[in-house]
């Protein structure tokens, strides 16, 4: 196979709608996994990072599913009827501050759940998820990935599978937006990092405590000073 495309801007973009064309023609059939992401990379010609960021959009569109440690898979043949939103749309300072007060809503009480529910495996699964933020905060996709991995990974121990699906759609929504905007002159991501990962921890710990009320609490005040890092105030 051999996909090779010019460089343009919106490459993630062009290169989603590549995978999303061959899944469609069957070269890639329900179930199946994808190639890596070095593979794809070598024969679109692109970067690992434009091929990441092209399996998230794919992600969120509900065409593969991700399995960590094994790689992304083939979710759906079409991606019609997905519900998602339109990145244009999210650009528009007052939606995205609108999508980001429903996460808030969503993840508040998730993280209540989480500490309710959690298993030692669920534990172990969101401090590794932390561990992997400390790994990357320096790198700037990865960091985001990370950390969005992190809710994910507390959307998990739920033991809800339907409040999981939501949190890591709209994480997949929103991740392109955050990036975006901590790229804007101006944005000054490297002093927070400290301040983020402390946040995490705090999630962490009151979620390994038990305590509801506690686990909500830490999510609010992260979700709150996360919304004012990127210009938003959130009342809650």
Same mark, same amino acid.
């Given at each position: 196979?051999?996909?090779?495309?010019?460089?343009?801007?919106?490459?993630?973009?062009?290169?989603?709608?590549?995978? =999303? !064309?061959?899944? *469609?023609?069957?070269?890639?059939?329900?179930?199946?996994?994808?190639?890596?992401?070095?593979?794809?990379?070598?024969?679109?010609?692109?970067?690992?990072? $434009? $091929?990441?960021?092209? #399996?998230?959009?794919?992600?969120?569109?509900?065409?593969?599913?991700?399995?960590?440690?094994?790689?992304?898979? @083939?979710?759906? *043949?079409?991606?019609?009827?997905?519900?998602?939103?339109?990145? !244009?749309?999210?650009?528009?300072?007052?939606?995205?501050?609108? $999508?980001?007060?429903?996460?808030?809503?969503? !993840?508040?009480?998730?993280?209540?759940?989480?500490?309710?529910?959690?298993?030692?495996?669920?534990?172990? *699964?969101?401090?590794?998820?932390?561990?992997?933020?400390?790994?990357?905060?320096?790198?700037?996709?990865?960091?985001?990935? *990370?950390?969005?991995?992190?809710?994910?990974? @507390?959307?998990?121990?739920?033991?809800?599978?339907?409040?999981?699906? @939501?949190?890591?759609?709209?994480?997949?929504?929103?991740?392109?937006?955050?990036? =975006?905007?901590?790229?804007?002159?101006?944005?000054? $991501?490297?002093?927070?990092?400290? @301040?983020?990962?402390?946040?995490?921890?705090?999630?962490?710990?009151?979620?390994?405590?038990?305590?509801?009320?506690?686990?909500?609490? =830490?999510?609010?005040?992260?979700?709150?000073?996360?919304?004012?890092?990127?210009?938003?105030?959130?009342? #809650?």
């Amino acid at each position: 196979m051999n996909d090779r495309i010019s460089r343009a801007p919106q490459l993630p973009s062009r290169i989603a709608s590549l995978v =999303a !064309e061959a899944i *469609a023609e069957g070269r890639w059939k329900l179930g199946e996994r994808l190639p890596t992401e070095q593979a794809l990379a070598d024969s679109y010609g692109v970067s690992r990072n $434009v $091929v990441r960021e092209a #399996i998230s959009r794919l992600r969120a569109d509900g065409l593969v599913q991700s399995r960590q440690g094994v790689g992304a898979f @083939v979710a759906r *043949a079409q991606g019609t009827g997905v519900l998602r939103f339109d990145a !244009e749309l999210l650009s528009d300072r007052a939606t995205f501050g609108n $999508v980001f007060e429903l996460r808030a809503m969503l !993840e508040i009480q998730t993280a209540g759940l989480a500490a309710e529910r959690r298993s030692e495996a669920d534990l172990a *699964a969101i401090a590794h998820a932390y561990e992997r933020m400390v790994r990357e905060s320096e790198g700037e996709a990865g960091g985001v990935d *990370a950390d969005l991995d992190f809710h994910r990974a @507390v959307a998990r121990a739920t033991g809800n599978a339907q409040i999981a699906a @939501v949190v890591s759609f709209l994480s997949d929504q929103i991740r392109e937006t955050i990036l =975006a905007t901590r790229a804007r002159p101006g944005s000054f $991501v490297g002093g927070i990092i400290e @301040v983020t990962l402390a946040e995490h921890a705090a999630i962490h710990d009151a979620i390994a405590s038990g305590s509801a009320e506690a686990a909500k609490d =830490a999510m609010a005040a992260h979700i709150r000073n996360a919304a004012n890092r990127i210009g938003y105030t959130l009342a #809650i």
